[in-house]
């Protein structure tokens, strides 16, 4: 039986015929995206903001909208759509990049700059481009709060660095009319194509029965244990979405990735009760060997089964131990290039129940990856707009550098907020210095 690459490639090929630079065929990590969007009844796609602040007056609007088009005409991912043809997702290429600096209607009375941006992004019309500006001004703070913002199904978290980055290049390029020469721009079409396929080639080829049997024996005793979504949970007046942020001390380097898995194992349990074996998800990889480096999504999403243990405070209980953790997930990575959709319908065929949800996420960013947003010369703030929808119950994000900066996001309509400001607490106890036992 051929593999579910296998059989999205012969799909793809059929459909695309003589239409290759148009349509061009996704990840298995873009497949999961468009996917999910295309289950979601609001079809609400994965968003990926990042909102700096300016001094007023700093941003030209024009200046910006030519920088962000030539920007997107650079890169193939950024000015195409992901969208489903005859039931396969693929990404339709545009020939113009349609980028524009869009200001968002009048606030209403006693409407703030953050309301006005999550009012804009929850707008957000899944078929205009995967790359858009928001430019909201901040009377109180004499500031004006520029928002990037990116449909994660053309990009990871691996490439935003590299769109901040080149933004600011492109915003002080003199040209402000200019896009990129004709054969510049298929040029870097072709490397992504053959970076797509790469990446696909890879995953075609970690499609083993043996890789199946693992997934289906390693995530066998999962089952979703978050309760479903109510919005009736969510107290009149307040935000989709509750928040909670700490800054820790850093020590010996930071925490390691299986530290940070063992240490969400606390927060899971205070969320979802001991004894559980919890559907945690994170990204992970990169670009194929050999592959240009093209903006694009190509880090897949594995499962880690969160053993959330007895537990006897926050922080503690027996669980497996961070040894094992760390063993268990060294064993995943080597069958990491299964797609998640691949690694679904193992565990389904092996008669578990588990469907493909998610109770939580996490993300880990490395401080010196994040460069600031500079336009001609002035550095923006990075500032974060709370309060957006989110896609899974809860999720954490972790950013290292010469302190931890930790987040955790949670969703109203799924956890009550007592209960998730618990679960923070258990998870900063168990990050302090203090309390690791990995290194």
């Known amino acids: 039986m051929l593999s579910i690459t296998s059989q999205y490639l012969a799909r793809y ?197 043996e890789a199946a049997a693992y997934w289906a024996d390693r995530l066998r005793t999962l089952h979703t244990h978050a309760p479903q979504p109510r919005p009736a949970r969510v107290p009149e007046g307040a935000k989709p979405s509750g928040a909670a942020q700490a800054r820790l001390p850093a020590h010996d380097g930071g925490v390691s990735f299986p530290g940070l898995l063992d240490a969400c194992r ?4 205070e969320l979802y009760g001991p004894d559980r074996a919890v559907p945690l998800g994170y990204p992970w990889g990169g670009r194929p060997t050999g592959a240009e480096p093209v903006v694009g999504c190509f880090l897949n999403t594995l499962v880690f089964p969160v053993d959330t243990g007895h537990g006897h405070g926050p922080g503690q209980g027996p669980g497996p131990g961070p040894e094992a953790t760390a063993d268990a997930w060294w064993d995943d990575l080597d069958r990491a290039d299964v797609p998640f959709d691949a690694v679904v319908a193992a565990v389904r065929s092996a008669g578990s129940g588990w469907t493909g949800g998610l109770d939580g996420l996490l993300t880990v960013d490395d401080d010196t990856r994040r460069p600031p947003l500079v336009l001609d010369g002035v550095e923006g703030r990075e500032v974060h707009v709370d309060g957006r929808p989110v896609r899974g119950p809860f999720a954490v994000s972790v950013t290292q550098g010469a302190e931890i900066r930790l987040r955790m996001v949670w969703d109203r309509a799924v956890l009550d907020d007592e209960t998730a400001h618990r679960a923070f607490d258990a998870l900063t106890h168990a990050l302090r210095p203090s309390d690791r036992t990995v290194r």
Do not use: N
Request: charged residues 25%; negative net charge.
């Open 13 to 209: 090929r059929r459909l695309a015929g003589d239409r290759s630079d148009t349509l061009l065929p996704v990840t298995g990590a873009q497949r999961r995206f468009v996917l999910v969007r295309a289950l979601d009844p609001t079809g609400r796609p994965d968003l990926v903001p990042m909102f700096f602040a300016f001094p007023s007056g700093t941003i030209d609007p024009e200046r910006l909208r030519a920088a962000a088009r030539r920007l997107a005409a650079r890169h193939t991912a950024l000015r195409s759509r992901p969208t489903v043809v005859r039931g396969t997702p693929v990404l339709s290429v545009a020939a113009d990049p349609d980028v524009g600096v869009i200001r968002p209607a009048a606030p209403a009375p006693g409407e703030s700059p953050a309301d006005t941006l999550r009012r804009a992004l929850a707008s957000w019309d899944a078929q205009g481009p995967s790359l858009r500006l928001f430019l909201v001004h901040d009377e109180e703070r004499a500031e004006d709060v520029l928002a990037v913002v990116l449909d994660h199904a053309v990009c990871d978290g691996r490439s935003l660095a590299r769109i901040v980055d080149e933004l600011g290049a492109a915003y002080a390029e003199e040209a402000a009319g200019s896009l990129p020469a004709p054969g510049e721009t298929q040029t870097e079409l072709t490397a992504y194509r053959e970076a797509v396929l790469g990446q696909l080639a890879a995953e075609e080829k970690a499609e083993t029965p």
């Open 266 to 269: 606390s927060a899971a349990r």
